[in-house]
């Protein structure tokens, strides 16, 4: 080894001792910053109106999985097999994944939006 990267492990050796040691978190979040800035993903903050807009979204799908718990719910009495209650179980899964994905969307468009 030449005397420059001597030098250069050195120097490093010197920065990380004062540090002391990380724990496993913080060196999984510095290996994620480190593939993020490989792979030129952008790290900026939400604005105010992306944090609200965020909420809103939740807030919404939140109540439209509550009101369709709630029309299962009321389904219920009403049934007369077991085949029927599946389905309605069924109907009710498959309600709460799309909301959910649909959320889910909705809240990456509004983090994908540029800061007016």
Same mark, same amino acid.
């Given at each position: 080894m030449g005397k420059d990267k001597w030098a250069a492990v050195s120097a490093k050796l010197s920065t990380m001792s004062g540090d002391g040691p990380k724990s496993a978190y913080e060196l999984a979040m510095e290996r994620l910053r480190q593939k993020d800035k490989e792979a030129s993903v952008d790290d900026r903050p939400?604005?105010?109106?992306?944090?609200?807009?965020?909420?809103e979204a939740r807030q919404f799908y939140t109540a439209k999985v509550a009101e369709r718990e709630i029309l299962h719910q009321a389904a219920l009495p009403g049934v007369r097999t077991h085949e029927e209650l599946d389905r309605?179980? %069924?109907? +009710?899964?498959? $309600? &709460? %994944?799309? +909301?959910?994905? $649909? &959320?889910?969307?909705?809240?990456? $468009?509004?983090?994908?939006k540029k800061p007016s």
């Open positions: 939400l604005t105010d109106e992306q944090k609200a807009a965020i909420a309605l179980n %069924e109907e +009710l899964r498959r $309600d &709460r %994944e799309r +909301l959910a994905t $649909d &959320r889910d969307r909705k809240i990456a $468009d509004i983090r994908g």
